[in-house]
């Protein structure tokens, strides 16, 4: 049986390509955080933490050959892909297409609800939570909940973390958080806050 979409009009025989516009993330791991869009990519993660492909110089796991081969040319410096625009390499040919969305302008990547576009998948997914409401990101610690992994990991450094390793390097005052330094040296240098 053939699956209409109707946001862009595609053909498919399996109905969770929905998922790709809402950015709905059904499928999580156990052994993580991280959530997925379909089985089959949840599972193609489940091989990191099965150790199934291993770098053999960082000891870093990945989710499948491919990716290893592409994460081995890390250690090798290897850059087979360039753009023809501003000649910068790159260790794999997706992100060389990525990159060539800085100079085309071209944002494939369209909201389905506010019609907002992107140049990354990743950055319409992360968007969709701001019409879903969804917090994936969860600190077992306070249970506070967060739309972006990287709001997670600044919670973690501002509340739970009794590191502070940036100073100032004019008062030595110290700070959690780079980006509450670069506002207080402001005040020293006369520099508008960002």
Do not use: W
Request: charged share 30%; net charge positive.
């Amino acid at each position: 049986m053939l699956y209409l979409c109707t946001v862009c009009d595609q053909q498919f025989t399996r109905n969770d390509h929905r998922k790709r516009h809402t950015g709905e993330k059904l499928y999580s791991c156990t052994q993580c955080e991280k959530r997925y869009l379909s089985r089959g990519a949840l599972s193609s993660h489940m091989n990191i933490h099965r150790g199934k492909y291993k770098c053999t110089e960082c000891d870093q796991y990945c989710r499948s050959s491919q990716r290893l081969a592409i994460h081995r040319r890390i250690h090798s410096g290897e850059k087979p892909f360039e753009c023809t625009v501003c000649s910068k390499r790159f260790s794999d040919a997706g992100n060389l297409v990525r990159h060539s969305r800085i100079h085309s302008g071209e944002k494939p990547y369209k909201c389905c609800v506010c019609d907002k576009a992107f140049g990354h998948s990743d950055n319409l997914e992360r968007h969709m939570r701001v019409h879903t409401g969804d917090k994936p990101y969860k600190r077992p610690l306070c249970n506070k909940c967060f739309s972006q992994y990287s709001n997670l990991q600044l919670h973690k450094r501002r509340v739970h973390s009794d590191r502070i390793p940036y100073h100032c390097p004019y008062c030595r005052k110290l700070f959690k958080i780079n980006t509450e330094l670069k506002g207080h040296v402001c005040i020293h240098t006369d520099a508008k806050p960002f």
